[in-house]
């Protein structure tokens, strides 16, 4: 197995970022011009890094499948941003947020990218707010923040519960800027079909139009997916539906490696699933567990109505369980700790399956209006939803999958294995270990995009200045186009009786019971004969009605299913291997006597990146070993 080298700089943890743009090769101005550059995705990742590239002058292309860059999905992101400003006089620093996400994480990531993250963030909350993002104010004007999971300080810059929309429309308006000034061009309803490498490097996409169906080729001087993650896998989960994992797939098909697949983070606040015909869940801000109270009655079965249960009939089970955290305990633990509850028979609601998050003491301390001014939207979303206003009865929550740890492995500069081609935001593994604490994923994925990739990627395109305009008439545009046409016709060919959308449900539902919060050895083993049995099933009897030369919903379905059957399959894998508990990935054979994750870090201190093997064979694992020399390795506790 092959060490990876992640190319983190020497030296004191607090300068390495210092000290390695001060040795990082530059690209001149007037050669800037000379430089194409495809970005792929138009999140607050892609608009960012597009935005940024463009201000500086290289010519840039970005796609994304929706019909506006508006619409990606960061505008679902609801809590906030964190930073490290100390704002609040308690004690907070860049360190203290470094060490913060690596203990959150469960000791499963780079210090230096992390340090980094925790580096930049003072500038990201500059940057917005310069961009007219209206973050929160406090009754003297000062942009305001508030606690979040896992942390003991107040470090999460918010927009009410619209953090993520107002942030999308700020770095959109930067976007369109460079759209009108003619540094970047747009390609909306697109979907990327391939990557196309050309002597070991990125060189270009193949797209499908959504709307007429022609298959385009584009070529670039590099390449920069920044296409989110994959947590739609789980059918029912907290992200749009489109959200897909296809063009990080293609990226790994084509010699990227896919780094850590299993580390999925199963977020503790979504609203219920209420019945069988739902697609998706939605997310209740972590933000509500500052205000909120998690409870469950302590009798069994308990179906009283919750204002009817008093106070001695109520457990607290966080409170009680983690006394220094209480309720802003990190994501992976209160998500265990929900569904702890339930399986032992004290969850709440028709099904059994959530428990209260109840706002009664806040609204009685702090007035209904104060409530109201911080989640007033979400609490309106809730209503309009379950038809029950959080005002006057709790909220009932319980997990989903959400964020995705894992992704696309990447070196320091944001490179992946395959030269040419960066991977920024969701699309990366680099920056949260084995969970995400919560108000992070806006902070990495705009990090990434305006501090991070403009000057890193510069260093490898110093060697490509004298390389001419890359032609899209070259064998391996010719054989990229050539695939992604066989594998419509293929799709469209099958012709049998079940849709796209039932087999992801399908699959959803073997990943959840079998690689969702809880995993164990005979359960992943199982996954995998039935993935097997499903996948099989898929190319037998999918139905795609209409033709590719036509906008086609269920054609788009088809290839993102498709590649979930395969990515389902990597991250079973990299389950099995790490046979260990860590953050969201919770192996009930690793446990500790109080039933927290237990890591075994003699064997398991590295990142898993999985190397393609070929259609039908396992995969190759790569190692990167994990060295911690400014933290100490210890049992993560929040008790």
Not at 111 to 129: G, K, P
Not at 187 to 198: A, K, N, S, T
Request: net charge neutral; glycine share 10%.
């Amino acid at each position: 197995m092959t060490k990876l080298d992640a190319k983190i700089p020497e030296g004191p943890l607090a300068d390495k970022w210092t000290s390695h743009k001060a040795k990082l090769r530059l690209v001149n101005p007037a050669n800037r011009k000379k430089i194409d550059i495809i970005v792929v995705g138009t999140g607050l990742a892609g608009s960012s890094a597009a935005s940024t590239l463009g201000e500086l002058g290289y010519n840039v292309k970005v796609f994304c499948y929706q019909d506006s860059p508006r619409r990606a999905h960061s505008v679902a992101a609801q809590g906030g941003i964190n930073a490290a400003k100390n704002y609040k006089n308690d004690n907070d620093s860049v360190y203290r947020l470094f060490y913060d996400m690596i203990k959150g994480g469960d000791y499963r990531a780079r210090e230096a990218n992390v340090y980094r993250a925790a580096e930049v963030s003072n500038l990201v909350i500059d940057h917005y707010t310069a961009l007219g993002v209206p973050f929160a104010r406090d009754y003297g004007g000062y942009i305001d923040n508030r606690s979040f999971g896992g942390v003991q300080v107040s470090r999460t810059f918010y927009a009410k519960g619209q953090t993520g929309q107002q942030c999308q429309i700020g770095a959109y308006s930067a976007l369109s800027r460079q759209i009108s000034k003619g540094t970047v061009t747009m390609y909306p309803r697109r979907e990327m079909m391939d990557l196309v490498v050309i002597d070991g490097k990125a060189r270009g996409i193949v797209v499908r139009n959504l709307i007429t169906g022609e298959i385009e080729r584009h070529s670039a001087h590099a390449v920069v997916l920044a296409t989110g993650g994959y947590g739609t896998i789980y059918y029912l989960s907290t992200l749009a539906l489109n959200s897909n994992g296809s063009a990080a797939w293609k990226a790994f098909k084509k010699g990227a490696y896919f780094a850590n697949p299993s580390f999925v983070q199963i977020h503790p606040t979504s609203i219920p699933v209420l019945n069988d015909h739902q697609c998706k869940l939605t997310l209740m801000s972590e933000s509500l567990r500052n205000d909120g109270r998690v409870w469950v009655p302590k009798q069994k079965g308990d179906t009283r109505k919750p204002n009817d249960i008093p106070e001695d009939e109520r457990d607290y089970y966080l409170e009680r369980r983690y006394p220094a955290f209480g309720n802003l305990v990190p994501r992976d633990v209160a998500s265990r700790a929900a569904k702890e509850r339930c399986d032992a028979g004290y969850g709440v609601g028709p099904t059994g399956l959530s428990v209260y998050l109840d706002f009664k003491d806040a609204i009685n301390k702090k007035g209904r209006h104060v409530i109201e001014d911080s989640y007033g939207n979400l609490f309106d979303m809730y209503h309009k939803i379950t038809g029950e206003s959080p005002y006057e009865t709790p909220m009932r929550i319980y997990p989903a999958g959400h964020y995705t740890m894992g992704g696309l492995w990447v070196d320091y500069n944001l490179m992946t294995t395959v030269p040419g081609l960066f991977a920024i935001g969701e699309a990366n593994f680099s920056d949260h270990g084995a969970n995400r604490l919560g108000a992070s994923s806006l902070m990495q994925t705009s990090g990434d995009g305006y501090f991070i990739l403009p000057y890193t990627i510069a260093d490898y395109l110093a060697d490509e200045i004298k390389t001419p305009k890359i032609a899209t008439n070259l064998p391996q545009f010719d054989e990229a186009e050539k695939n992604a046409r066989e594998r419509i016709n293929k799709f469209l060919s099958i012709n049998g009786t079940e849709t796209a959308t039932s087999f992801h449900k399908r699959l959803g539902k073997i990943m959840w019971d079998y690689c969702g919060m809880v995993r164990n050895e005979e359960g992943l083993k199982k996954a995998l004969t039935l993935i097997d049995e499903l996948q099989a099933e898929f190319w037998k009897n999918l139905k795609v009605p209409g033709t590719g030369e036509e906008l086609n919903q269920e054609l788009e379905k088809a290839g993102r299913v498709a590649d979930f059957m395969e990515l389902g399959k990597l991250l079973v894998y990299d389950a099995l291997n790490r046979k260990e508990s860590c953050g969201a990935h919770f192996r009930e054979e690793s446990q500790t006597d109080t039933g927290e994750a237990k890591r075994n870090d003699e064997q398991y201190s590295y990142v898993a990146a999985w190397e393609f093997n070929g259609d039908g064979n396992e995969p190759q694992l790569h190692k990167e070993e994990l060295k911690f020399e400014f933290v100490k390795l210890q049992e993560r506790s929040y008790k």
